[in-house]
Each structure stands twice: as C-alpha cells, then as structure tokens.
C-alpha cells in the first residue's frame, strides 16, 4: 500500500521560507514522478510543481517560478518543496501526490495516490 506524508508547514511571514518534505513508502520510489498540489479556501486544488522519477526533470507553475524548488532523494523515498519569497496568495493546503509512471504530473487525473496535506499560512 502506498502511502505518502508530508511534513514542514506551519505559519510564516511573507518574504520567509518554509520546506516541505514527503515521505513515501509502498513500492519504488525512482520509478514513479512526484508533484505537489495546492488548495487555497474556496478555490479548486491546483498544480504547483512536479520531478520526475530520476530528478532529471521539473515543471513549475507560473505562480511559483523562481520562488520555488522541487527535489527528491531517492535514496530517502523523499520529495522535498523549498519555497522562499513566500507571499500571502500562497496559503494553502499543500498535497504531496505521486504519478502511475515515471513521467511528470502536471494535471490531477495524473495523480495516482494523494498524501494528506499540510497546511501553510502565509501573513502580510
């Protein structure tokens, strides 16, 4: 059964930092991409970054350029999230989600399994 736990959030200001970690476990890790997703209240859950299971490669969405950096420790089974210059229109749920395949997750029907979400609060 695979499962996926997120770690990191909490309260910030905005211009700070927060890591998100996810910890996966299940079946192997390497083969399968992994990409986080957020919802803020009363707005649909949306796509925020993916890896593919080698690392090679990355998407980002546009909100997050340049603010945000996705990476994984295969050796961990762990994915991590580093988001700096963070900003009040970044609070949200943010959900740890892993792919059916290698390739990156950038839609929710790509999504095989979910964690359960961590939340992080950004004040102005």
């Known amino acids: 059964q695979v499962q996926l736990v997120e770690s990191g959030g909490g309260l910030v200001q905005a211009g700070g930092s927060l890591r998100l970690s996810c910890a996966a476990s299940g079946r192997t890790f390497s083969s399968y991409a992994m990409g986080w997703f957020r919802q803020a209240p009363g707005k649909d859950r949306e796509f925020v970054t993916t890896i593919s299971g080698s690392g090679a490669t990355t998407v980002y969405a546009d909100s997050v350029k340049g603010r945000f950096t996705i990476s994984r420790d295969n050796a961990k089974n762990t994915v991590f999230l580093q988001m700096n210059s963070l900003k009040p229109e970044d609070t949200a749920v943010y959900y740890c989600?892993?792919?059916?395949?290698?390739?990156?997750?950038?839609?929710?029907?790509?999504?095989?399994?979910w964690g359960q979400g961590t939340q992080v609060t950004v004040s102005s």
């Open positions: 989600a892993t792919g059916r395949t290698t390739a990156p997750i950038t839609r929710e029907r790509a999504v095989d399994y």
